[in-house]
């Protein structure tokens, strides 16, 4: 059976991939601990930021067991950064949800991060446009 070898652009670009992804959490996890984080602390408290959401989906956005969702959820309230809210179209669903305190913490956790800011400054308004695109293709 022949060996499939991938072209040397293809793997370029996975290398380069790879680069910029290990970059952006290296940054994230120093944003985060700026503020007396953990890295996972700091993404829940930016999908709360957006909107109230079950432990459910928030596990599913992060990729990981509802059960690690409750312990970093639980870390945020002691902090009073997140609260436990009712679901007011079903009341047996508890919501996670950012304080104000939490969404003004999220926002200078945002502000912080300059890696993605700064290269992506070099590139125009097209070239930006462009690269959306085209990771949003290869994440179909």
């Given at each position: 059976?022949?060996?499939?070898?991938?072209?040397?652009?293809?793997?370029?670009?996975?290398?380069?991939?790879?680069?910029?992804?290990?970059?952006?959490?290296?940054?994230?996890e120093?944003?985060?601990?700026?503020?007396?984080?953990?890295g996972?602390?700091?993404r829940?408290?930016?999908?709360?930021?957006?909107?109230?959401?079950?432990?459910?989906?928030?596990?599913?956005?992060?990729k990981?067991?509802?059960?690690?969702?409750t312990?970093?959820?639980?870390?945020?309230?002691?902090?009073?950064?997140a609260?436990?809210?009712?679901?007011?179209?079903?009341?047996?669903?508890?919501?996670?949800?950012?304080?104000?305190?939490?969404?003004?913490?999220?926002?200078?956790?945002?502000?912080s991060?300059?890696?993605a800011?700064?290269p992506?400054a070099?590139?125009?308004t097209?070239?930006?446009?462009?690269?959306?695109?085209?990771?949003?293709?290869?994440?179909g």
């Open positions: 059976m022949p060996s499939r070898r991938t072209d040397p652009l293809t793997l370029e670009v996975v290398e380069l991939i790879g680069t910029v992804v290990a970059r952006y959490h290296e940054e994230y120093q944003a985060a601990a700026s503020h007396q984080l953990t996972a602390q700091a829940v408290l930016g999908l709360l930021s957006l909107e109230p959401m079950p432990m459910r989906r928030i596990a599913q956005k992060l990981c067991e509802p059960s690690n969702v312990g970093i959820v639980d870390r945020l309230e002691s902090r009073g950064l609260e436990r809210r009712p679901d007011p179209a079903d009341r047996r669903v508890k919501l996670a949800a950012a304080t104000d305190e939490g969404l003004q913490t999220a926002d200078r956790l945002r502000e991060l300059d890696f800011r700064e992506l070099g590139l125009s097209a070239e930006r446009a462009v690269l959306r695109d085209l990771l949003k293709r290869m994440l």
